[in-house]
């Protein structure tokens, strides 16, 4: 896993009848891969536990986005958005992601789950390929990673805002009226 995998530019789709789920530590680090992640990822169960989920990050996927992803469940709450990722072989998937932290018996986070699954292309096409091609171009704007993220963050806040929803209500209800 030390090479540096290269987007081929083909995308996997995966059935809407599957569900990917892994969990993370509280680094996010992999403690669990369903059978589907590995499968459409690319790798074995063995090779991604203890792995950072950024394993599967695709380049084209904005960072400001996982910022947001990360304050979000780190503040112990849950979150829905469109991810496109990188499998192994690097062809890339689009996913549609439930993200939330999960709990010990005294409320303490220790750890966070994801289930993603298929999400609508039309959505994907007419509303998030342009929404974070944007994001990412303005990201790309700025030599300093730190700025490059909080401009994109920016970018990504004002732009959810301009539609009166918060980031996660957006997501799901896009997914939702496909």
């Known amino acids: 896993?030390?090479?540096?995998?290269?987007?081929?530019?083909?995308e996997v789709i995966?059935?809407?009848?599957?569900?990917?789920?892994?969990?993370t530590d509280l680094k996010g680090r992999i403690t669990y891969?369903?059978?589907t992640f590995c499968r459409i990822a690319g790798y074995t169960e063995a090779e991604l536990l203890g792995q950072p989920h950024s394993i599967i990050r695709h380049p084209d996927m904005p960072r400001a986005v996982f910022r947001?992803?990360?304050?979000?469940?780190?503040?112990?709450?849950?979150?829905?958005g469109y991810v496109t990722n990188m499998a192994r072989s690097g062809d890339h998937y689009w996913v549609f992601a439930h993200?939330?932290?999960s709990f010990d018996n005294s409320g303490k986070i220790i750890g966070y789950h994801s289930n993603r699954r298929a999400p609508d292309r039309g959505v994907i096409e007419t509303a998030i390929v342009p929404l974070y091609a944007e994001v990412l171009r303005i990201e790309q704007s700025h030599a300093n990673g730190k700025d490059a993220v909080e401009a994109g963050y920016q970018a990504l806040v004002d732009f959810?805002?301009?539609k009166k929803v918060s980031y996660d209500e957006l997501m799901f209800?896009?997914?939702?009226a496909a």
Do not use: D, H
């Not at 896993?1 to 083909?10: E, N, V, Y």
């Not at 209800?173 to 939702?176: G, R």
């Open 1 to 10: 896993m030390a090479s540096k995998i290269l987007p081929t530019g083909k």
């Open 14 to 23: 995966f059935p809407a009848r599957e569900l990917i789920v892994s969990k």
């Open 33 to 35: 891969a369903n059978r």
């Open 68 to 80: 947001l992803i990360w304050e979000t469940i780190a503040a112990g709450q849950e979150i829905f």
């Open 99 to 101: 993200v939330t932290p």
């Open 160 to 162: 959810v805002a301009s």
């Open 173 to 176: 209800a896009l997914q939702s």
